[in-house]
């Protein structure tokens, strides 16, 4: 009878209580944690998104049907204290190898990198205090001999991850991932000081950098991996009138990192030199990553990066036009610029006549001192 049906489904129903109580408590903790600010919020759910990610078989997929949604894995990775890690990291560079311990960890990461010691001025391991005058290593004089045939020659040694005419206003950091040049670059101001002409209402952001009419506006993009040279020279005659520099994140730029972090060099720290070369506006702008406690610039004793604190979105702008000098660094193709404390990226964006070719293919490993193209 139903009494009976009822008795025999007690047990069922106390059962099915116990065992959506966890999901109602669940809903209630869930709750609260959606009314938290979005720091709090932030610190109480990176935990569980941690573990959402590293689980197998999603173990804690099931939170989802309860209304926990986990955190992208880009504002996962983000939320990582990079620049903290990369000011650790930095400290540990200088510290001083004992005279027995430089061989084998200068030996691993040799071998781990890839790292050829036949180019280095000094090729034995002893001489190496730290780690950070391992990085900055010099190279002897004829390993990397300038290409005096092309008007623009590779900065560093490095990948070449894109490279081409920008086209509006957006620049491809990888193929198919695109960035803001503006965004990159920063607002043009109207300071009589900088290389490049105020911005207008009636104008794009392209045509304000391209000063000669004819030319267009290039792009190339350099990655440099740990194991690579990481000083960096003057790509081409040209005269440095400006410096920006960009406090911010220091997020990984390898390629992969590139493909998944759309904007991802607006995102990091960098430092953009601007001036102009013979034929308009030329720029390098050396980006930071993850590690790369500090950008060193030879002639620039102002810059320090990689503070403990900076705010979001802000930049530090240096005229290196005075009344005693009225044109600013002059740069000569091949000379030292500069340097990186282990790996990152450089990105050139030039003006040149339409007819400017380069020499490079998408993808190819480059040294510095080699042809990126001519007219």
């Given at each position: 009878t139903m009494c009976q049906s009822e008795a025999r489904r007690g047990p069922e129903l106390r059962a099915a209580k116990w065992l959506y109580f966890p999901?109602?408590?669940l809903r209630r903790r869930l709750g609260q944690l959606s009314c938290m600010s979005k720091p709090a919020l932030k610190l109480r759910s990176w935990p569980l998104t941690v573990l959402y990610y590293l689980l197998p078989f999603g173990a804690l997929?099931?939170?989802?049907?309860?209304?926990?949604r986990p955190v992208s894995r880009v504002a996962l990775y983000k939320s990582v204290p990079t620049r903290l890690l990369?000011?650790?990291?930095?400290?540990l560079n200088q510290v001083e190898l004992p005279h027995w311990l430089r061989r084998p960890v200068y030996s691993l990461y040799i071998w781990t990198f890839g790292v050829n010691m036949k180019e280095a001025a000094v090729e034995d391991l002893h001489h190496y205090r730290n780690l950070s005058e391992f990085f900055r290593r010099k190279l002897k004089p004829q390993a990397r001999p300038v290409c005096?045939?092309?008007?623009?020659?590779?900065?560093?040694?490095g990948k070449i991850l894109n490279f081409g005419?920008?086209?509006?206003?957006e620049v491809e950091q990888v193929k198919g991932i695109t960035y803001s040049l503006e965004s990159f670059l920063g607002p043009r101001n109207s300071t009589d000081d900088l290389a490049f002409p105020p911005a207008t209402s009636h104008g794009s952001f392209r045509s304000q950098l391209v000063t000669?009419?004819?030319?267009?506006?290039?792009?190339?993009?350099?990655?440099?991996a740990p194991g690579d040279y990481h000083c960096f020279h003057?790509?081409?005659?040209?005269?440095?009138?400006?410096?920006?520099?960009?406090p911010g994140s220091l997020m990984s730029v390898n390629p992969g990192m590139a493909r998944w972090i759309k904007e991802l060099f607006c995102h990091n720290e960098r430092v953009v030199l601007t001036g102009d070369w013979k034929h308009g506006f030329f720029s390098l702008t050396a980006v930071g990553?993850?590690?790369?406690?500090?950008?060193?610039?030879?002639?620039?004793?102002?810059?320090?990066?990689?503070?403990p604190r900076y705010s979001k979105g802000s930049y530090n702008d240096f005229s290196f036009v005075t009344h005693t000098n009225k044109e600013g660094i002059p740069m000569r193709k091949g000379e030292h610029l500069g340097e990186f404390n282990l790996g990152s990226t450089i990105v050139l964006i030039f003006e040149a006549p339409k007819d400017f070719n380069f020499k490079l293919k998408a993808g190819q490993k480059i040294r510095f001192g080699e042809a990126l193209g001519s007219l």
């Open positions: 999901q109602l408590a997929r099931p939170l989802s049907r309860v209304g926990w990369s000011r650790a990291w930095g400290r005096g045939l092309h008007s623009v020659i590779s900065p560093s040694d005419q920008v086209k509006n206003c000669r009419e004819g030319n267009e506006l290039y792009h190339c993009v350099i990655y440099l003057s790509p081409t005659d040209w005269t440095v009138s400006h410096r920006r520099h960009f990553a993850t590690n790369v406690g500090s950008i060193r610039i030879y002639f620039d004793q102002d810059l320090h990066t990689n503070s």
